[in-house]
Structure formats: structure tokens, C-alpha cells
């Protein structure tokens, strides 16, 4: 997800419409997660400021958040519980996530700017490219068990597996269901570079 929506930032020319952060003026963004899939850009400024946005979202608050370290460090008292309520409020995003992507291949007017995230949309509904068939029996998974298989299905699987009843997935989160709604808002509202930065650095980014 993250590549195919960089390419997108690539094709919309970000750098004519956003300015790198004036801390990183002089001696250009930090890059220690930079990925090489985004490099080589026939405009040289857009991998400079890609890694900008990629450390901005790295640095943020909510990475940091007490309930992350303590999940990681694995100091809960009851862990299933609390993946339990991970798994529920995530279910909303997951949930969603075509209708964040679809709000933002709308406001594409190029076609081939359009194709672009529609890639990622026919992925999110369970087609399978042979690098992802790879990797996928790399992690000792048969890619014909879930292709075909949208994402928000297999997570709903994931869900049950934890022991979460339908009922109790859809009884929903608010907070969760809240920034749902926001981000909704924000994508209807919000111009081409913004929508998929949005779900590029702003949120795919965060969680790959």
C-alpha cells in the first residue's frame, strides 16, 4: 500500500504544491526508514520530501502512546483481553478502509493517476499479484486460501479467532467509529495531494 501510494504522490508532483519543512532547509530530511521503492523520481525534490513526511509521521504522539508501549512491552495483565480490544477498534478502520481509498481515487481527474490507487483497491478485495503470492508462501501461507478474500474479510476472520462474536464487532467502538467519521469528512473535502497524503504518510505509512 504505502509504494502504490507514493507513486501517486510521485504522478500528482507534491513538491509543486507543498514546501519541504524549513528545518529541513539546509541539510535536507532525515531518511533512516527510506524506502527504495520511492526513489528515483524524475523530480528529485519529491524523494526529499517523502522522507520528510515520513519522519514528521514518525515523530508523532499517538506512536508513542502509553497503550502501545505497554502492548509491545507485554505488561498487560490480562494480553487477551487487550488484543481483544485492539482487534475491535481497528475492525472499524479495516472495516472502511475501501471507502477511505475510494473518496480519494475520486478526486484523481487522471486516469492513470486514478489507475493507480485502483491497483491497491482491487488488492483490498482480494486479488493477489505474484510478489505478494511469494511472500505469502514464504510465511508458510497458501495464497489460494485467501485469494479472492477481501481484507476486511480476513481480518473479520482474525477478529473471530480472538473470540469476537459478530455482535460484539458490531456493537462498534465510538472513538474509533469518531475518527472514521472525521476521516471521511476530511477525504470528501480535501484536495488530490491532501486525500492521498492522507492515506499515504498520514496512515498507511504509520502502521506498515
Given at each position: 500500500?504505502?509504494?502504490?501510494?507514493?507513486?501517486?504522490?510521485?504522478?500528482?508532483d507534491l513538491p509543486a504544491r507543498l514546501a519541504l519543512p524549513t528545518?529541513?532547509?539546509?541539510?535536507?530530511?532525515?531518511s533512516p526508514r527510506r524506502n527504495p521503492s520511492r526513489m528515483g523520481?524524475?523530480?528529485?525534490?519529491?524523494?526529499?520530501?517523502?522522507?520528510?513526511?515520513?519522519?514528521?509521521?514518525?515523530?508523532?504522539?499517538?506512536?508513542?502512546?502509553?497503550?502501545?508501549?505497554?502492548?509491545?512491552?507485554?505488561?498487560?495483565?490480562?494480553?487477551?483481553?487487550?488484543?481483544?480490544?485492539?482487534?475491535?477498534?481497528?475492525?472499524?478502520?479495516?472495516?472502511?478502509?475501501?471507502?477511505?481509498?475510494?473518496?480519494?481515487?475520486?478526486?484523481?481527474?487522471?486516469?492513470?493517476?486514478?489507475?493507480?490507487?485502483?491497483?491497491?483497491?482491487?488488492?483490498?478485495?482480494?486479488?493477489?499479484?505474484?510478489?505478494?503470492?511469494?511472500?505469502?508462501?514464504?510465511?508458510?501461507?497458501?495464497?489460494?486460501?485467501?485469494?479472492?478474500?477481501?481484507?476486511?474479510?480476513?481480518?473479520?476472520?482474525?477478529?473471530?479467532?480472538?473470540?469476537?462474536?459478530?455482535?460484539?464487532?458490531?456493537?462498534?467502538?465510538?472513538?474509533?467509529e469518531q475518527w472514521r467519521d472525521e476521516l471521511l469528512v476530511f477525504?470528501?473535502?480535501?484536495?488530490?495531494?491532501?486525500?492521498?497524503?492522507?492515506?499515504?504518510?498520514?496512515?498507511?505509512?504509520?502502521?506498515?
Amino acid at each position: 500500500m504505502p509504494s502504490t501510494l507514493a507513486s501517486s504522490l510521485y504522478a500528482l508532483d507534491l513538491p509543486a504544491r507543498l514546501a519541504l519543512p524549513t528545518r529541513y532547509a539546509e541539510s535536507g530530511p532525515p531518511s533512516p526508514r527510506r524506502n527504495p521503492s520511492r526513489m528515483g523520481s524524475p523530480n528529485p525534490h519529491v524523494d526529499d520530501l517523502l522522507a520528510a513526511l515520513d519522519h514528521e509521521s514518525q515523530r508523532h504522539p499517538a506512536l508513542s502512546h502509553i497503550w502501545l508501549r505497554t502492548m509491545s512491552a507485554n505488561q498487560y495483565a490480562d494480553m487477551s483481553r487487550a488484543l481483544r480490544n485492539f482487534a475491535r477498534e481497528y475492525s472499524i478502520y479495516s472495516e472502511s478502509f475501501c471507502a477511505y481509498l475510494s473518496r480519494a481515487i475520486d478526486k484523481l481527474s487522471s486516469p492513470s493517476h486514478r489507475r493507480l490507487l485502483a491497483v491497491n483497491l482491487e488488492e483490498e478485495m482480494g486479488s493477489i499479484d505474484p510478489e505478494d503470492r511469494a511472500r505469502l508462501r514464504r510465511a508458510g501461507i497458501d495464497p489460494d486460501q485467501v485469494e479472492g478474500i477481501p481484507h476486511a474479510r480476513l481480518y473479520q476472520r482474525f477478529c473471530e479467532a480472538l473470540g469476537l462474536g459478530s455482535e460484539e464487532l458490531a456493537r462498534g467502538a465510538p472513538f474509533a467509529e469518531q475518527w472514521r467519521d472525521e476521516l471521511l469528512v476530511f477525504l470528501d473535502d480535501a484536495s488530490p495531494a491532501a486525500a492521498v497524503g492522507a492515506l499515504g504518510p498520514g496512515t498507511e505509512n504509520v502502521v506498515s
